[in-house]
């Protein structure tokens, strides 16, 4: 998606439309949907995150604490919702990210539709990863 990205750019096409996508980037989403617990960062700062018991994750230590690997789809689930099975005190996000999706491994070797928007932001998460 990146280099699509770098492509048009640099063909000046994403420079020519002033076109706002009708929904939010995984950025906007994210400060949107996460940084009261979450923090900006990602590191479970946010305002709402004080004195949460438990205490709200570090999102830019998930592939730290799991040997350097960053487990997509438990990443997927756990945003999603569907391995917290609406218990504990994050949302569940599966119905807001629904929309367009794209054939994803979950690790069984079935390709498994899944919403664009949740796979998309599970790469923003990636992103914030720090060692």
């Not at 048009?8 to 096409?13: I, K, M, N, Q």
């Not at 730290?64 to 919702?81: H, K, L």
């Not at 919403?115 to 990636?126: D, F, G, K, M, S």
């Amino acid at each position: 998606m990146h280099r699509i990205l770098i492509i048009a750019a640099s063909l000046g096409v994403v420079a020519a439309c002033n076109i706002k996508p009708a929904t939010p980037t995984s950025a906007e989403f994210f400060a949107e949907n996460c940084t009261a617990c979450h923090g900006t960062g990602g590191k479970g700062d946010g305002p709402a995150a004080v004195g949460a018991d438990p205490a709200v994750p570090d999102l830019t230590r998930i592939a730290a604490r799991r040997g350097g690997a960053f487990p997509w789809v438990s990443v997927m689930n756990q945003i999603d919702g569907y391995s917290r099975g609406g218990h504990g005190m994050m949302p569940e996000f599966g119905e807001i990210l629904e929309g367009d999706t794209m054939l994803i491994d979950t690790g069984d070797g079935v390709m498994t539709p899944t919403p664009v928007r949740l796979v998309a932001l599970t790469a923003y998460l990636e992103s914030l990863q720090q060692p």
